[in-house]
């Protein structure tokens, strides 16, 4: 159980507008870029940073989230979670990258956690 990547979030809500900027800024291109048409999202991540763009109401339910944690096990990590008292409020899910769920942690901050797709991903229902 390992997490190999924190990823700060942005909201935007135009994601052509901001992803030259931040390319710029990082001195890197997106790494990722996806839609998302069932929240109404686009997404991008150039290095640690990842940029969400949609439109006020369908930003609202992720922008309490703080981070994001790209880990290798979404299973491992649910299990110890819930175990340490964490409420699991969304997923897990599969998702164009692979498979997620937002986790309430004990003190009430709110982070996404992410397990990227490979041949060994099993998606939990």
Known sequence: MKILKTLSRIYVNDLDKYIDFYE???NSKAELRFNMPQAGLELAQI???LI?????ES???FKETRAT?????????K???EEKGSKIIRGPSKV?????MTVEHPDGSIFEYVEHKSRDTKFID
């Open 52 to 56: 969400i763009a949609g439109n006020e």
């Open 79 to 81: 299990t110890f979670l």
């Open 24 to 26: 710029l800024l990082l």
């Open 69 to 77: 944690l790209l880990v290798d096990s979404i299973a491992q990590f």
């Open 96 to 100: 164009p990258t692979g498979i997620n």
């Open 59 to 61: 930003l609202k339910p």
């Open 47 to 49: 290095e640690n940073i």
